[in-house]
């Protein structure tokens, strides 16, 4: 069974650099899973950031950007601010019409 | 304005059965697949089924094979997931997403409906 692997926390200072990852367990990312991130604030509903590795969904500002770094799909702030504070999930296209979703990262901006 | 709007959660005894609806609005609902997606309390996302656009190909997570249907009626912009022989892990919030028009991602999410199921 495939897995993706995120950090389950991260703790970023304001104004700070944020990079979340996500992994696969079957191996190295490419841009042939598709990956995506959305943002989660809880109890609300999740919100898409980015799609197609990289590719900024509309009305995301452009502290927020996707790609592959090394062999997993990256997800980062710059400028981090106070109201990115939320969590994070990747998902990946797994093919045969199946996605997955990582186990999410909960950012803390401090 | 695009919505997705759940309903028909509640609290169910294991082994019961529940059917949920999504009713969409402000896009051409025929020309998405569309997915479920849960989240357990206090957990993260998992993908539970989704339905081409047509309805003419279904799937389906492992942990739910054979125990949940996705339909829907393209006539009534509305997408269902019928949920038979439910067990207490089933519980968790359900909310339904629209693929993007390439299907690899989602674009727009409901904010869910609560099935609980417990004796």
């Known amino acids: 069974q495939t897995v993706l692997t995120q950090e389950p926390s991260f703790s970023a200072s304001p104004g700070g650099t944020v990079t979340l990852t996500c992994g696969l367990s079957s191996g190295s990312v490419s841009t042939n899973y598709y990956p995506s991130w959305y943002q989660q604030i809880p109890g609300q509903a999740p919100r898409t950031l980015i799609y197609?590795?990289?590719t900024r969904s509309s009305g995301v500002p452009d502290r927020f950007s996707g790609s592959i770094l090394g062999n997993k799909a990256a997800l980062t702030i710059t400028g981090a601010q106070a109201d990115d504070e939320s969590d994070y999930y990747c998902a990946m296209y797994m093919g045969s019409g199946i996605s997955i979703f990582g186990g999410g990262t909960k950012l803390t901006v401090l | 304005e695009v919505q997705v709007v759940e309903s028909g959660g509640g609290l169910v005894q294991p082994g019961g059965s529940l059917r949920l609806s999504c009713a969409a609005s402000?896009?051409?609902?025929?020309?998405?697949?569309m997915s479920w997606v849960r989240q357990a309390p206090g957990k993260g996302l998992e993908w539970v089924s989704a339905i081409s656009a047509t309805g003419y190909s279904v799937y389906y997570a492992d942990s739910v094979k054979g125990r949940f249907t996705i339909s829907r009626d393209n006539s009534k912009n509305t997408l269902y997931l019928q949920m038979n022989n439910l067990r207490a892990d089933d519980t968790g919030v359900y909310s339904c997403?629209?693929?993007?028009?390439?299907?690899?991602?989602?674009?727009?999410w409901g904010q869910g409906t609560l099935v609980t199921v417990s004796s």
């Open positions: 197609n590795t990289n």
């Open positions: 997403a629209r693929h993007s028009t390439d299907w690899y991602s989602f674009d727009y």
């Open positions: 402000g896009f051409t609902f025929s020309s998405h697949g």
